[in-house]
């Protein structure tokens, strides 16, 4: 065990011990919110509710035409207040020239030129420079807890219109769902995001909770799972195939209709919005990219008005996959996005000219569009398949992606030989909000997770010159190494003590401190190699110094269902000592 020292390493995000109170008690409705990269929704229930037939996925969004979800945009006004959100923050239908906004005189609050969008990506794992810009003075959890509030006041009027007497945020449990790769510090950031936004009334509370997106989906799939007959002992695999992210998680179904994790939980950013990027590219392919870069840059709303409403009901949507299925499409850029012609320049635009801006698109064409993006789905499928000690039973493809006819038709010609049962449950876009809502009513349906991170302490021995680095002994002849308390890619049950005893490293040692980290390696040795990361401290007291070192703490951890537990318990006295984290486990 370390002494009392100042740290050395500054944590990756800063951890926040959660409340646990009997606020439980006082719970009315279960609110789940599926924020996500591309599109965000929410679904609720009542705290009785025992049918997940009867969770509500809410289907009415400010000027959307989209059904259980809109899209996770911000525009602000040039005070940088929220001037939209949703779909009408996106997109912007074409005007005809000739008319000017008789308006346009008015003193109103303007829209800055672009919307904000993939903010959430902020909170992944890309490199810096591959995330998403923000507007001068604002940063990346500003603009998440604007978007928040804006659900908020949504969800809170839906809501008080169904129950008049709820009180929100007092008698609400929110469950928020999270990618299952991102980095561990998502839910204390959210946590925070949401306090501010006002979808919770205390930082701290234990009113809030989370769930992986892939977790969700499976819950929703355990009730479903039922026609297809999965008996307890099988696994099923499902794959969330989203707009921004593709998520997968293998469940085995146990006796007691609980489940446990039978693979470590994986994802990549391969969702939908990677085809719309490959249809600019091919128009970039025939018209000039500079010129669709321009676009991009001076219209955008134009831009996505071409995407959401011209290519993805076209065209993305009804595509199969099947040569007798497709009609050749015609894409008139001077009716769908005349503004593009004043960038097309040189042979590119002579050609355009020559065909009247009427553009071709074959099969061959869209289905070049999909085919990356689902070549990548495939490997993660792969994968969990490759890593599962077991015979798969069934994989549900749920998320809005899992709608298209193609991808489905490419995964079940890859996979049908190995795997029994390959299905779409009804309204997959709404799988893990539904789940997410089944898990704040049934929390302990989740029986074991698998461990994404390796976890121990720091701990201070005599250094050892026939073992240790002589770089990394300290004045006192005495060496920091990480102590492994539990490897990644274990099985753990939910809240499973995994305990250990130590001592203190000096006789007249009064305060003990424990420092936990956690890293993806297995075979780590030292908390500050490459990739190690502070999670927190629990700090004892061990005021008695009578026994010198011969003093034993028993330190634990738990793993709950998206936080870590750290325990200490002083032998001697008997004084417990607890905290907990929230984590991505």
Known sequence: MAEQHKPQYKPSYRNVPIKKTEERDNIVVVVAIDFGTTFSGFAYAHITEKDLSKVVTNDAWPGSQYGFKTHTVLQYDDEQQVFEWGEPALMKEPEPRRKKDKRSKEKRPTAQSDPIELFKLHLSVLKEEDKPALPDGMTYRMVITDYLRELRKLIKETLIRRWPDVQFPEQVRLIMSLPAEWGPGTPGILRECAYMAGLIADRHTDQLDFTTEPEAAALYCIEIQKQYKIQPGETYLVVDCGGGTVDLTARKLLSDNKLDEATVRTGDLCGSTFVDREFLNFLGDVLGHDSIEKLKTKHYRQMQYLVHRVFCPRIKFPFSGKQEDFRLVELDIERECAVLKDYVTGEARRRAEQDDWLIEID??????????????????????????????????????????????????????????????????????????????????????????????????????????????????????????????????????????????????????????????????????????????????????????????????????NMEVKASARNKKTNKVYKTSFNLVV
Not at 423 to 452: H, T
Not at 479 to 507: A, G, M, S
């Open 363 to 560: 099969f061959e064409s869209v289905k070049k569009m999909f085919d990356p993006v689902i070549d990548r789905i495939i490997g993660l499928i792969e994968h969990q398949l490759r890593s599962l000690n077991t015979r798969c039973s069934a994989m549900f493809l749920v998320g809005g992606f899992s709608e298209s006819k193609y991808l489905v038709n490419r995964v079940k010609q890859t996979f049908d030989a190995r795997v029994p049962t390959i299905a779409v449950p009804r309204s997959p876009i709404a799988a893990v909000v539904r789940g997410a809502v089944w898990y704040g009513l049934n929390v302990d349906y989740i029986n074991g997770r698998m461990l994404k991170w390796t976890f121990g302490i720091e701990i201070k021995p005599i250094f050892d010159p026939k073992k240790d680095p002589r770089d990394k002994r300290r004045d006192d002849n005495r060496i920091y190494k990480f102590d492994k308390i539990v490897e990644r890619d274990t099985l753990v049950k939910i809240n499973k003590p995994f305990p250990r005893t130590y001592y203190p490293v000096k006789t007249d040692q009064t305060k003990l401190v424990f420092r936990i980290f956690y890293t993806d390696k297995k075979d780590a040795k030292y908390p500050d190699e490459p990739g190690m990361k502070l999670l927190g401290e629990l700090e004892v007291t061990a005021e008695d110094t009578e026994n010198g070192l011969n003093r034993p703490v028993e330190f634990s951890l738990r793993f709950g």
